[in-house]
């Protein structure tokens, strides 16, 4: 069974950085794709960073410059580093990994609301981050 959670949400001031985890079990992180999506009320699940099977990592522009993804193979725990958190960042935060096989789409979900959507295979049960002014 494959379980990913998710840790290191919170309160943080505008400005100011968190990092989240996400710690896998029965996935390989290692040559996984693996992603962070984010909700905020009353919004569509959206895209924030993922990691290719190659390791490469990319961030929607939303957040380019400003948070990191990255993942450590011997933890097996995929992170996101967000820094210059806006209010507008405010949501719930999801890891996301695998691919659904056979899958033609973009990393994009392809759903409104975030978990057990495509691409993914598999979604943590999320973190919460607020970003107050």
């Known amino acids: 069974e494959v379980r990913l959670v998710e840790s290191g949400g919170g309160s943080v001031q505008a400005g100011g950085s968190l990092t989240l985890s996400c710690k896998a079990s029965?996935?390989?992180?290692?040559?996984?794709?693996m992603a962070w999506y984010r909700q905020a009320p009353g919004k569509k699940c959206e895209l924030v960073s993922f990691?290719?099977?190659?390791?490469?990592?990319y961030s929607t522009d939303s957040v380019k410059g400003r948070f990191t993804v990255s993942k450590d193979n011997d933890k097996n725990t995929l992170y996101l580093r967000m820094d210059s958190l806006r209010p507008d960042d405010r949501a719930e935060y999801y890891c996301?990994?695998?691919?659904?096989?056979?899958?033609?789409?973009?990393?994009?979900?392809?759903?409104?609301?975030?978990?057990?959507?495509?691409?993914?295979?598999?979604w943590g049960q999320g973190t919460q981050v607020t970003v107050y002014s």
């Open positions: 029965g996935i390989t992180l290692d040559g996984s794709r």
């Open positions: 990691i290719g099977g190659d390791g490469r990592p």
């Open positions: 996301a990994g695998g691919w659904l096989q056979g899958y033609g789409g973009s990393w994009h979900p392809l759903g409104e609301v975030c978990g057990s959507i495509p691409p993914c295979d598999h």
